[in-house]
């Protein structure tokens, strides 16, 4: 499966953005689906992760602000985020595998990412 992220950008301090995965190949639906993101001088961290059977998991500083969700019939992952704050910024990336793992080194190839930049 390779997967490209997109949607990412420039928003002010309680601004919203969906950021889209999309993933080339077949099977999709059989896979965990999760996001993470990486801050500048800070390891590479789970933000919310979507198994095949649409069971959710969330980082504790995104919940209830940010949502996971996928699109089978399009082979398509989606965050969306909400109320963003500046701690929020980083390089956001899309992964997939047979389930959630929250250790960046158990997925073994990585995609370019998407910038999010919470500023006012």
């Known amino acids: 499966v390779q997967l490209q992220a997109s949607g990412g950008g420039l928003v002010q301090p309680g601004g919203s953005l969906r950021l889209s995965c999309v993933a080339s190949?077949?099977?999709?639906?059989?896979?965990?689906m999760v996001w993470f993101r990486q801050a500048p001088g800070k390891q590479r961290e789970l933000v919310a992760g979507i198994t095949s059977d649409g069971s959710t998991e969330y980082v504790d500083s995104v919940k209830g602000r940010f949502t996971i969700s996928r699109d089978n019939a399009k082979n398509t992952l989606y965050l969306q985020m909400n109320s963003l704050k500046p701690e929020d910024t980083a390089v956001y990336y899309c992964n997939a595998g047979l389930q959630i793992a929250s250790n960046a080194d158990e997925y073994i190839k990585w995609g370019q990412g998407t910038l999010v930049t919470v500023s006012s």
């Open positions: 190949g077949d099977y999709f639906g059989i896979y965990a």
